[in-house]
């Protein structure tokens, strides 16, 4: 489904005299479909960049990532365009994803609106919105309500909601739970285990959690200063 070669990412600094920084460097691997690649390691290896340049959120300074066949390496804004709704981000802090002006009940309808699931009437998405309120266990109330008169846990199931929405084949996890309280990070880790293998979805699974990482995941590949050192089944570690 996915195919990392040989990815690099320096970043610049400096307005004067311009220094290159290396958060990632020389990085391979591939995710199979239906595959949990659990990427772990220190604060600051890289993990995050990898997962943002693998959707070209950012771009790559080197390498290349395949996507189900298709080099999406170097392709323009607008291919990459219609490509986007097929692989999504989870963020740690769900917020941050939703529009604070938006109620949720309109968040999670607005992947219908905008028609990335096929044409939609009124009626349909209301139905549609109501049964994913139901599959991410938020309650009905909360449609009507504003992602600040929602808990953090909340919040995220209303991200998992809107991205089952736009129902994409390829989701990278970034630290999903690590801004929750720690009573409900279980709750949210059982739920995107529990939709990864209903929707048959692949994951890039990022934590700096190894315990965390290891309960997700089929393979974990372990980050170290921007390479990964090692990649082990999960059952072997
Ligand atoms: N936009 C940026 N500009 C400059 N440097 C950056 C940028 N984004 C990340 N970095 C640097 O790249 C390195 C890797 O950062 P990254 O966020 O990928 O780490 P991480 O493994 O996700 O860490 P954490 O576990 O804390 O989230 C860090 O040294 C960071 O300071
Ligand atoms: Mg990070």
């Known amino acids: 489904m996915i195919e990392v070669y040989d990815l690099q990412k320096h970043f610049a600094s400096g307005f004067i005299k311009k220094k290159y920084k290396s958060a990632v460097q020389s990085v391979s691997f591939s995710i199979e479909k239906g595959e949990t690649l659990g990427l772990v390691g220190e604060s600051g290896c890289g993990k995050t960049t990898v997962g943002r340049m693998l959707l070209r959120l950012i771009e790559p300074t080197a390498g290349r990532i395949v996507f189900d066949g298709l080099d999406i390496t170097s392709l323009k804004h607008a291919e990459m365009r219609k490509l986007r709704p097929r692989m999504q981000m989870i963020f740690q802090d769900p917020e941050s994803s939703l529009n604070p002006r938006m109620k949720i009940g309109e968040s999670i309808a607005e992947p219908f609106r905008l028609g990335l699931g096929g044409r939609c009437s009124r009626s349909e998405i209301r139905n549609q919105v109501q049964e994913l309120v139901d599959i991410v266990g938020l309650n009905r109330e909360h449609v009507n309500r504003y992602p600040y008169q929602l808990s ?5 199931r209303v ?15 970034d630290e999903p739970t690590a801004a929750l309280d720690v009573s409900v990070q279980a709750q949210i880790l059982r739920l995107i285990m529990d939709l990864k293998s209903e929707f048959g979805l692949t994951m890039l699974f990022i934590s700096h959690d190894m315990e965390v990482v290891r309960h997700m995941s089929d393979r974990i590949a372990v980050m170290d200063k921007g390479r990964i050192v090692e990649i082990k089944s999960s059952k072997d570690s």
Do not use: K, S
């Open 152 to 156: 953090g846990g909340q919040n995220q």
């Open 159 to 173: 991200v998992l909601a809107r991205i089952l929405a736009i129902n994409p084949e390829f989701i990278v996890a």
